[in-house]
């Protein structure tokens, strides 16, 4: 019994010896080469089930994303709906920090001709009905977590590394997250959100990846809200990458024009 028991704990120790740290793993995917900016067409269907029936409604929106390497943004993108009439229009600007300070986001409204700047306090509601929140739609720094190494898992058919993420500030919506990615190209493929009660009440897959020349394009991301049973699909129509867009796309003024 005791032999057994010394064979049982080798075996563990060598697994866990031939496991890369959950931090290695991230900054890996972190590394993965992406474009100057990118450019996506999306479709958005917000799907909800009552007494048993399924209800569809289609959005068609653009992505526009660009990076930067001046050590203040990450990043900045905006999100511009064009379809159907009640959302056409409609604009919503984010400017990633480089670091864990809260991003800034506004939200263009046509209606009401008006930019809305997004308050840290806002950022765990839902943005436009779907079952993503302001927060979700922020970058994430490397740096705002802390990582754990759960084990090994399969997911849509893929051998993916299974790592918690714990927040270090405390301005998050979530007690924490549990990430899935990609053991053989570094990408996430699955993240379930744990609320404040420490249960999980979001889940948000990536089946589908294309890479396309040097770039990894998420072609489906379905958002799954397990409290309502509704959920949030975007499926890619188009993808541009490198065009060299101009700084002025991420502004106030571009949003009021668009």
């Not at 972190?30 to 474009?35: A, R, S």
């Amino acid at each position: 019994m005791i032999r057994h028991a010394q064979i049982l704990i080798l075996l563990i120790s060598s697994f866990l010896l031939a496991q890369p740290s959950a931090r290695s793993v991230m900054e890996k995917m972190d590394q993965i080469q992406k474009p100057m900016d990118v450019q996506t067409h999306l479709k958005m269907t917000l799907i909800s089930l009552k007494n048993g029936k399924e209800r569809r409604r289609s959005r068609e929106l653009t992505s526009i994303e660009k990076r930067y390497e001046d050590g203040r943004y990450d990043k900045k993108s905006l999100l511009l709906f064009s379809q159907p009439k009640e959302v056409k229009g409609t604009g919503f600007l984010t400017w990633d920090k480089v670091g864990i300070a809260p991003d800034d986001q506004w939200l263009y409204l046509p209606a009401l001709k008006k930019v809305k700047r997004i308050r840290t306090n806002e950022k765990g509601r839902s943005f436009m009905g779907t079952d993503f929140s302001y927060e979700d739609l922020s970058g994430r720094d490397l740096d705002a977590d802390k990582y754990e190494l759960l084990g090994v898992d399969i997911i849509h058919g893929t051998d993916c590394y299974k790592i918690r993420a714990n927040p270090i500030e405390k301005g998050s919506q979530y007690s924490w997250r549990i990430l899935w990615i990609d053991k053989t190209h570094s990408l996430m493929k699955r993240v379930e959100f744990f609320n404040k009660k420490e249960m999980v009440f979001k889940i948000l897959d990536i089946p589908d990846h294309v890479k396309n020349g040097d770039y990894w394009t998420a072609t489906k991301m379905i958002m799954k809200n397990l409290k309502n049973n509704h959920s949030t699909e975007l499926t890619v129509l188009k993808v541009k990458y490198d065009q060299d867009l101009k700084d002025n796309v991420f502004t106030e003024s571009y949003l009021k024009r668009n």
